[in-house]
């Protein structure tokens, strides 16, 4: 078993849609996650992190933890053709693990107009 | 963040030869990089932390022999792919951490082994 698990998708949406990624964990020691959006060929660029159970919010973009359960989310409201790209779920255990990232399979989503 | 850059973005070489990427943090000074390869839709894996000033700490699987890091200052380090085999042709991407929490990547190199 893979210790973060992603759906790689393909994803689908039309424009304006609200896409909601998805990430689980298995290592309780994760305290730390990150989602990243890459587009082809490019390096991962940095969306959104957090380190602690609920809701943190930017733009467009929701990422949601659930600790308990051992769950991460990414929701884009009103998304747009821009959006279409792989994006990667990474979560850290920090410690002696220092800046070590576990990475999501990454799911691959497109926004058609 | 930090801004990091990569050089090449692509390169082409032989089997046998060896070839070196460069990773270089433009506006921070960075104490410890990491180093991942990408296969063709896949996620990364991490290969090594880079560590400014000493040797560099390799994942499981991944021969240092083989794969060679010098972290000489605080804004490059370099990989070295010795004696390349074409499976060792990926997509091989550096990463800045900034603060623990915050991973910051370069555009990556692709490697194409012939």
């Known amino acids: 078993q893979k210790e973060v698990e992603q759906d790689p998708g393909p994803l689908s949406v039309p424009e304006g849609a609200i896409v909601s990624l998805n990430c689980t964990y298995s290592?309780?020691?994760?305290?730390?996650f990150m989602w990243y959006r890459q587009y082809s060929r490019k390096g991962p660029e940095l969306l959104m992190y957090?380190?602690?159970?609920g809701n943190k919010e930017d733009g467009r973009f929701t990422a949601q933890v659930d600790k308990s359960s051992k769950y991460i989310s990414l929701f884009i409201r009103d998304s747009q053709p821009s959006d279409s790209a792989t994006y990667l779920c990474a979560t850290g255990a920090g410690g002696t693990s220092y800046g070590k990232l576990t990475f999501g399979q990454g799911t691959i989503l497109t926004v058609h107009p | 963040g930090a801004v990091v850059s990569q050089h090449p973005s692509r390169v082409i070489c032989k089997s046998g030869t060896s070839v070196k990427i460069e990773c270089r943090s433009l506006?921070?000074?960075?104490?410890?990089m990491f180093w991942y390869r990408q296969f063709p839709k896949q996620s990364l894996m991490l290969m090594a932390t880079?560590?400014?000033?000493?040797?560099?700490?390799?994942e499981q699987g991944v021969e240092k022999d083989k794969f060679l890091i010098n972290h000489a200052s605080l804004t490059l380090s370099t990989l070295t792919v010795t004696s390349a085999h074409p499976e060792d042709s990926s997509f091989y991407i550096c990463s800045v951490s900034v603060r623990e929490r915050e991973q910051y990547f370069g555009p990556g190199t692709r490697l194409t082994v012939t």
């Open positions: 957090t380190y602690s159970s």
């Open positions: 880079s560590n400014e000033g000493s040797k560099a700490t390799y």
């Open positions: 506006d921070f000074q960075a104490t410890t």
């Open positions: 290592n309780s020691a994760f305290q730390y």
